[in-house]
């Protein structure tokens, strides 16, 4: 089982609908994916169409790991199930940690409910400072959207600085997987920004890169993937891509 | 995620649209408009080993569907080599049938039109909750339709999911059946073959009635695989013949007494010729069946000319069976077997014989007993020194005690029967294998002697190859030979001599 991380230390930049996408990419190999809305928002949730559940007791969870269970939802799809916004960063920490360790009763409930999950997808809510060394630790790899702007330039060094910090922990900035996000080609600053960053980070920055989209913003409304509804799109395709890269590095880690 | 298709439901009736209905509550279904409406079959062998475990078999198009057992609904492609479920390709539907018989084939049991909609239950967000697969089944003849419901839950909407199965249940014409009533219920004129019937033999019967009943009822199994054998379905259907007619001749033999001395000869005479023009057919079947064990008995250096053998017997079989389909459909078999039929099941039966009004329970007993003792006087008599002809006499003797032993069963407890069925059954295996070795030898000397000539070189890879398997039956004739004095004795033992003579022998017990 693998754990792949959308995360990002800045808001808005589009990890909710990379996470959305790219679980859905995986279902649709045949992996059995379980993305965890993990944004008290509950935005990958509404994409789904699925009720946020109904707040885990703390203790409950702790002692009792299979109410985790018990909150899994099955997607429309096939493959494709998901944990609803339901969890304080407390429990998200220990439930991390607890997926990674195959030891762990959280783990073993799961597969004796019949979800072993080939891979966990992470929708993180936009606060580094809550995200714990914990996550870090447990994603194989940290998919982090970035839009092409000075901005977003100082915001990524931030991010790395933060990741090598963790060296003693064995975090490795190799987890890191950055791809440009609602990228508009015809803004000169976009352009320069890409060439510099790449020139910069040769490693850490993906291929695809994902245009800026009225499709994406379609998920709102349509309450689906892109890859479900507009699968021949431009937006759809750079998912496909994004998603093709990051099987790779996956399959690396 | 998909769940695994636990649950299937069958819905007597085609389940309209209009009957499902657009909401379960504040729920909303929508039904898919059905596929264009295709021709299925429903599969199973002659004796219904499917409908008996639970499971129906639907051949449309190119799929095959296998309903009941614990998976639900399962299918794989319906290619396949011959009917055999051996020769299905690999597939889950493969693996559920490996409990029916190899030999037997699987046959359309009925047809009619199939067709499918899907059904998906959804709430107000527009998300759905449980989808559900229908396929109906409307059948030729007169038989009901019926529509088979697969419902695909989606994890954490357990509740919805008991909603749909109620609603669909409440949708449906009637109860739902179980998997084994489905065929009986698509196909409700479909005849039902059981090779072995129970044959009611009462206490108070006389030794007449039950002969009379038993001849009349394997005469009625034989013609039940006429049919088959003459389409060539299975060698099962020959086989089952073979064994039916064999019953009937001997009852006859066996029941002393029962008939006139004369009337017994000519009955045993027609029944003899009546299994006489299948010996050949049966003998390549065996043959032809065992293929694969000839080969691993000699090593691939002799293999060629087991090919050229086997070939023969191919063809040889081709023209076998022609033959004995053409004497099945013929008017002579055809009035020689109902006229048999016809003398035991006619008002008046067969004339009697001097044992004909004895009570069937002491006739049996007394049977059973002498049968006994005069087999274990053979055995007994039996050393490593004894010439073979003895110990055939041992085998025969032995088929004629299990013929008697169950013939009577119904009289006695199965329970007393069983433990000294047993060891008789192990002793005649180990007779049987002697007897097919030796018989065997015959049957490749016979051949090689008697054979079509194929060319100097190819005669010889022949003779070779049919020479070195007569020399290793030979050598596992001899172990067998070996070992039947070790099963006598496990048959001979004083629990089981006490047993025979309690449940046998009146007078001593
Ligand atoms: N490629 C794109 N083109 C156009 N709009 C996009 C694109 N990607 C995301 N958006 C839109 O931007 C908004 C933010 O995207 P998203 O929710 O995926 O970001 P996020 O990083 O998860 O945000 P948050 O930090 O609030 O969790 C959404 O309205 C989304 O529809
Ligand atoms: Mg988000």
Redesign the pocket.
């Known amino acids: 089982m693998k754990i792949v991380a959308c995360y990002?230390n800045?808001?808005?930049?589009?990890?909710?609908?990379?996470?959305v996408n790219l679980a859905y990419a995986f279902a649709e190999t045949g992996s059995r994916v379980l993305l965890c809305d993990l944004?008290p928002?509950g935005?990958s949730g509404f994409y789904f169409r699925v009720k946020p559940s109904q707040k885990l007791d703390n203790d409950a969870f702790f002692e009792e790991a299979k109410q985790v269970a018990k909150a899994i939802r099955g997607s429309d799809y096939d493959n494709l199930d998901i944990l609803p916004a339901n969890m304080t960063f407390r429990d998200f920490d220990v439930f991390l940690s607890r997926m990674k360790n195959s030891q762990s009763r959280l783990k073993k409930s799961l597969k004796a409910v019949g979800s072993d999950y080939d891979i966990i997808v992470l929708?993180c809510?936009?606060n580094i400072s809550t995200l714990s060394e914990n996550v870090l630790q447990a994603a194989d790899l940290i998919v982090v959207?970035v839009i092409p702007t000075t901005l977003s330039e100082r915001t990524f060094e931030q991010l790395l600085e933060f990741v090598e910090g963790q060296e003693a922990t064995k975090v490795s900035k190799k987890k890191i997987a950055a791809f440009f996000?609602?990228v508009q080609r015809q803004k000169v600053l976009h352009g320069e920004t890409m060439a510099r960053m790449r020139d910069t980070y040769p490693k850490r920055i993906l291929k695809a890169a994902?245009?800026?989209?009225?499709d994406?913003?379609r998920?709102?409304v349509n309450r689906a993937p892109v890859l479900a509804f507009a699968s021949d799109r431009p937006?759809a395709k750079a998912y496909r891509q994004i998603f093709a890269e990051v099987q790779t590095r996956l399959r690396e880690s | 995620m998909k769940q695994s298709q636990r649950s299937v439901l069958i819905l007597p009736g085609m389940l309209a649209d209009e009957d499902l209905g657009t909401t379960i509550g504040d729920l909303e279904i929508q039904v898919s408009q059905p596929d264009a409406e295709t021709d299925f079959e429903i599969l199973d062998n002659h004796i219904g080993s499917l409908q008996m475990s639970g499971q129906v078999l639907i051949r449309a198009g190119k799929t095959l569907t296998l309903l009941g057992g614990h998976e639900g609904l399962i299918s794989q492609g319906a290619a396949s080599k011959g009917n055999l479920v051996t020769g299905l390709k690999d597939g889950p539907v493969k693996d559920a049938l490996q409990h029916v018989p190899p030999l037997r084939g699987l046959l359309g049991v009925g047809s009619g039109t199939i067709s499918h909609r899907d059904l998906s239950m959804t709430d107000d967000e527009n998300k759905t909750l449980v989808r559900a697969h229908l396929t109906t089944l409307n059948p030729k003849g007169g038989g009901d339709a019926v529509t088979i419901a697969a419902l695909h839950p989606l994890r954490g909407y357990d509740e919805a999911l008991e909603q749909l199965r109620d609603h669909l249940r409440a949708s449906a014409e009637t109860a739902s059946p179980d998997a084994a009533d489905l065929s009986p219920m698509l196909f409700p004129d479909q005849p039902r073959y059981n090779a072995k019937p129970d044959v009611a033999i009462v206490e108070n019967a006389t030794a007449w009635q039950s002969a009379g009943d038993v001849i009349t009822v394997y005469l009625q199994v034989a013609r039940e695989n006429e049919a088959g054998i003459i389409a060539d379905h299975d060698t099962e259907f020959l086989h089952d013949y073979r064994v039916a007619l064999r019953k009937v001749r001997s009852v006859l033999s066996l029941f002393k007494g029962v008939y006139p001395e004369e009337q017994t000869a000519k009955f045993k005479g027609i029944a003899s010729e009546l299994m006489s023009p299948t010996g050949r057919l049966r003998d390549l079947d065996v043959y032809l069946l065992a293929r694969d064990d000839y080969f691993a008995m000699l090593p691939p250096s002799l293999h060629k000319g087991l090919a050229l053998m086997f070939e023969m017997f191919r063809k040889e079989r081709r023209g076998a069976h022609r033959a004995l389909a053409a004497h099945l459909r013929s008017s002579g078999y055809h009035s020689a077997i109902t006229d048999l039929q016809a003398a035991f099941a006619g008002t008046d039966g067969p004339p009697k014989g001097p044992m004909a009004d004895a009570s069937v329970g002491d006739y049996a007993r007394r049977l059973i007993w002498k049968r006994y003792r005069k087999v274990c006087r053979i055995a007994r008599g039996i050393t490593a020194d004894t010439p073979d002809d003895q110990v055939h006499e041992l085998r025969i003797g032995c088929k004629k005690l299990r013929y008697l032993m169950e013939f009577f069963a119904p009289l006695y407890p199965a329970a007393a029967v069983k433990p000294i069925l047993k060891p008789l059954k192990r002793l005649q295996d180990n007779l049987g294998l002697f007897n097919d070795y030796s018989v065997q030898q015959a049957f490749l000397q016979r051949f090689m002697d008697g054979h079509e000539p194929l060319g100097h070189k190819q005669d010889l890879v022949l003779a070779q190859s049919i020479g070195a398997l007569i020399a290793v039956l030979h050598e596992r004739q001899k172990e067998e030979r070996a070992r039947i004095m070790a099963s006598f004795s496990q048959f001979d033992g004083a629990d089981i001599r006490s047993q025979f003579r309690s449940l046998f022998n009146a007078k001593e017990a």
Do not use: Y
């Not at chain 1, 800045?10 to 996470?19: L, M, N």
């Open positions: 990002s800045k808001g808005g930049v589009g990890k909710t609908a990379a996470s944004d928002q935005a929708d809510p936009p959207p996000s609602m994902l245009p800026f989209s009225t994406v913003e998920m709102g937006s």
